[in-house]
């Protein structure tokens, strides 16, 4: 008895703290389901891709193959790419739970791994209660897949204008999570950078700009995040200073 109360005090606590996370992820899926619709998606494909696939830069990326005409492989491959750091996300999670917790709650638990979730558990003191990610995840995984839906429903309706104006939403979010770093680390500012140019060169260059946008977004985040890796590792002393990554 006491541990289902105490259960249900994690889940409510995971509730409260996964109020903001849905408020903002409906805002950016919002977007997402705009640039759905554009690709050629209807509001239940809209929907669907977001229940299953909790992740911005992960969908954006098969939208993206969807528009240049990729295909399934190249789809599975980019978003796995793409989505690879929610694998490091998932060890360090794995380390924060009892080591006696069953396998039906790691893998209800590996479900709503994203930035933010991830985030407010990390930040959880002592052992964490799965319980805990499960109320965040019961109100920030209906908060996205709705904005994902409504995005869809609305990019059918809207003006063209309109629908232009509101998918520049979804840039600003990428915005927002890249110059925050790229102002507190030099070399983060510098990938940024260089990515954006090398970007600019395979849509401009004329032999380039033949690879589909799918496999340019496979070939440029291998290249260059494992040239970041190895030129610049990250030493032990950071990793310890700065708290987590993202």
């Given at each position: 008895?006491?541990?289902?109360?105490?259960?249900?005090?994690?889940?409510?606590?995971?509730?409260?703290?996964?109020?903001?996370?849905?408020l903002?992820?409906?805002?950016?899926?919002?977007?997402?389901?705009?640039?759905?619709?554009?690709?050629?998606?209807?509001?239940v494909?809209?929907?669907?891709?977001?229940?299953?696939?909790?992740a911005?830069?992960?969908?954006?990326?098969?939208?993206?193959?969807?528009?240049?005409?990729?295909?399934?492989?190249?789809?599975?491959?980019t978003?796995?790419?793409?989505?690879?750091?929610?694998?490091?996300?998932s060890?360090?999670?794995?380390?924060?739970?009892?080591?006696?917790?069953?396998?039906?709650?790691?893998?209800?638990?590996?479900?709503?791994?994203?930035?933010?979730?991830?985030?407010?558990?990390?930040?959880?003191?002592?052992?964490?209660?799965?319980?805990?990610?499960?109320?965040?995840?019961?109100?920030?995984?209906?908060?996205?897949?709705?904005?994902?839906?409504?995005?869809?429903?609305?990019?059918?309706?809207?003006?063209?204008?309109?629908?232009?104006?509101?998918?520049?939403?979804?840039?600003?979010?990428?915005?927002?999570?890249?110059i925050?770093?790229?102002?507190?680390?030099?070399?983060?500012?510098?990938?940024?950078?260089?990515?954006?140019g090398?970007?600019?060169?395979?849509?401009?260059?004329?032999?380039?700009?033949?690879?589909?946008?799918?496999?340019?977004?496979?070939?440029?985040?291998?290249?260059?995040?494992?040239?970041?890796?190895?030129?610049?590792?990250?030493?032990?002393?950071?990793?310890?200073?700065?708290?987590?990554?993202?």
């Amino acid at each position: 008895m006491n541990e289902t109360r105490q259960n249900r005090t994690w889940f409510l606590r995971g509730i409260k703290d996964g109020i903001p996370i849905a408020l903002g992820y409906f805002a950016v899926a919002f977007a997402l389901g705009i640039a759905a619709k554009k690709a050629g998606m209807d509001v239940v494909q809209a929907g669907m891709m977001s229940i299953t696939m909790l992740a911005s830069a992960g969908q954006y990326g098969a939208i993206t193959v969807i528009v240049g005409g990729g295909g399934y492989l190249q789809m599975a491959v980019t978003t796995l790419i793409v989505n690879l750091r929610y694998l490091l996300m998932s060890c360090a999670l794995s380390q924060k739970v009892d080591p006696g917790l069953g396998m039906g709650h790691r893998f209800l638990l590996s479900y709503p791994v994203t930035d933010e979730i991830f985030g407010i558990a990390m930040a959880v003191e002592g052992r964490l209660n799965p319980f805990y990610n499960y109320g965040a995840a019961a109100v920030a995984a209906p908060g996205w897949t709705a904005g994902a839906i409504l995005g869809a429903a609305a990019g059918a309706i809207l003006p063209r204008r309109v629908e232009n104006a509101l998918s520049v939403a979804l840039y600003g979010m990428f915005l927002a999570i890249i110059i925050p770093a790229a102002k507190k680390n030099k070399i983060v500012a510098f990938v940024v950078a260089f990515s954006m140019g090398c970007s600019f060169l395979f849509a401009k260059a004329p032999v380039l700009r033949e690879i589909s946008s799918g496999m340019q977004i496979i070939l440029l985040t291998v290249l260059i995040a494992g040239a970041a890796a190895f030129f610049f590792p990250v030493r032990e002393a950071e990793e310890g200073g700065d708290g987590h990554a993202s």
